[in-house]
């Protein structure tokens, strides 16, 4: 399933971005075919190009974001 843009959490665009850019071949298919009437979300190559230059910029962040999400702090109750 494709993820879904949440506008309060920017890794999920990274997520979405990485899967979109992953099957463009599909993407691209779907919005050539006229009688769905998607043409106007056509992707030209210089878009495609951006979408995955963005994606590989938001890849650090959400690895960087992980790594701070995953660490566990020690607490003593005094």
């Not at 994606?55 to 690895?63: G, P, Q």
């Given at each position: 399933?494709?993820?879904?843009?949440?506008?309060?959490?920017?890794?999920?665009?990274?997520?979405?971005?990485?899967?979109?850019y992953t099957y463009r071949v599909a993407y691209n298919n779907l919005t050539d075919n006229r009688d769905m009437k998607m043409r106007k979300y056509t992707l030209e190559d210089s878009e495609w190009q951006l979408v995955d230059q963005l994606?590989?910029?938001?890849?650090?962040?959400?690895?960087i974001s992980s790594i701070i999400c995953s660490i566990t702090y020690l607490s003593t109750d005094l």
């Open positions: 399933m494709m993820p879904r843009d949440v506008a309060t959490r920017w890794n999920y665009t990274y997520e979405m971005l990485s899967f979109a994606a590989s910029v938001l890849k650090v962040w959400s690895h």
